[in-house]
T-cell receptor, first 112, second 116 residues
Framework: GQQLNQSPQSMFIQEGEDVSMNCTSS?????WLWYKQDPGEGPVLLIA?????ELTSNGRLTAQFGITRKDSFLNISASIPSDVGIYFC????????????FGTGTKLQVIP | NAGVMQNPRHLVRRRGQEARLRCSPM?????VYWYRQLPEEGLKFMVY????????ESGMPKERFSAEFPKEGPSILRIQQVVRGDSAAYFC??????????????FGPGTRLTVL
């Protein structure tokens, strides 16, 4: 089956630093989604990407849809304590069928 | 503009009892998905439903688990004769029918099931 590998699995950073994480797949995806999950809550959609090469921003967050369609990247600039959480990538293979495959997650800790 | 609602938020059951988890999708959404999440793990797809239809249940265990999304009312995930291994957080997500945003799933807060 399809697998999404996220890296790094976890990271500790100082407040104010920039963060990069990525997601790679063994298969091509037509849509990439990035979610953040706070403890005890459901995932919240951050950014959706629909086109290979697309670069989309949401505040301090920027995500890119890899040109090969097998990867995606999320960057967070000038991290703040509330960025703490688990970030999941998710890919969807077929536009007409909406099953989504989730990555393994990147756990982010921000040191004030 | 209410988001996806799930209840109960926490559910405790003894082994052998039944668990019923409810999900009301966002207004205007007719697609519902259920996921299971174990501690420190990602979300595992279970089932995808549209109104009165199961579209994909490839992630559902073959026994004891069932899901429905009736014409009226919330979607229900039912687990019969629960075992300790069923303890997990169960998330529901919903999406719209058509348009650019059809691939964007919005999640509820989850139901945390504990089996004693």
């Amino acid at each position: 089956g399809q697998q999404l590998n996220q890296s790094p699995q976890s990271m500790f950073i100082q407040e104010g630093e920039d963060v990069s994480m990525n997601c790679t797949s063994s298969s091509i995806f037509n849509t990439w989604l990035w979610y953040k999950q706070d403890p005890g809550e459901g995932p919240v959609l951050l950014i959706a990407l629909y086109k290979a090469g697309e670069l989309t921003s949401n505040g301090r967050l920027t995500a890119q849809f890899g040109i090969t369609r097998k990867d995606s990247f999320l960057n967070i600039s000038a991290s703040i304590p509330s960025d703490v959480g688990i970030y999941f990538c998710a890919g969807q293979r077929y536009g007409g069928y909406q099953k989504v495959t989730f990555g393994t997650g990147t756990k982010l800790q921000v040191i004030p | 503009n209410a988001g996806v609602m799930q209840n109960p938020r926490h559910l405790v059951r003894r082994r052998g009892q039944e668990a019923r988890l409810r999900c009301s999708p966002m207004k205007g959404h007719s697609h519902v998905y259920w996921y299971r999440q174990l501690p420190e793990e990602g979300l595992k797809f279970m089932v995808y439903l549209q109104k009165e239809n199961i579209i994909d249940e490839s992630g559902m265990p073959k026994e004891r688990f069932s899901a429905e999304f009736p014409k009226e009312g919330p979607s229900i995930l039912r687990i019969q004769q629960v075992v300790r291994g069923d303890s997990a957080a169960y998330f529901c997500a919903s999406s719209a029918v058509r348009g650019r945003g059809t691939n964007e799933q919005f999640f509820g807060p989850g139901t945390r099931l504990t089996v004693l």
